[in-house]
């Protein structure tokens, strides 16, 4: 079974940065897309961006310039750097990882919170 530990978020200024990151263990094959979703009170969990094991990303338009989505396949960890963050950024920002041959994992989620 694969376990997912998520750490970073917080409360930070409009304008300011947070780094998220996410642990991956407990399988013996390849994490192969991780991710980031977030999802706001009242509304449905979206795709903030994500990384299959080639290093190709996937942004939402949102956060395109804003964001940065990294991996460190040999830690099995993916990283989403905030940058100039903004309150409709507010949410809580669940981790993703599909792994091959098994159902997509989920992270419990961390909330980020941008004050205006």
């Known amino acids: 079974q694969v376990q997912l530990v998520e750490s970073g978020g917080g409360l930070v200024q409009a304008g300011g940065s947070l780094r998220l990151s996410c642990a991956a263990s407990?399988?013996?094959?390849?994490?192969?897309?991780m991710g980031w979703y977030h999802q706001a009170p009242g509304k449905q969990r979206e795709l903030v961006a994500n990384?299959?094991?080639?290093?190709?990303?996937n942004y939402a338009d949102s956060v395109k310039g804003r964001f940065t989505i990294s991996r460190d396949n040999a830690k099995s960890t993916v990283y989403l750097q905030m940058n100039s963050l903004k309150p409709e950024d507010t949410a809580l920002y669940y981790c993703?990882?599909?792994?091959?041959?098994?159902?997509?994992?989920w992270g419990q989620g961390t909330q980020v919170t941008v004050s205006s």
């Open positions: 993703n990882v599909i792994t091959v041959g098994l159902p997509q994992t």
């Open positions: 407990g399988s013996n094959f390849r994490f192969d897309t």
């Open positions: 990384i299959d094991w080639r290093g190709r990303t």
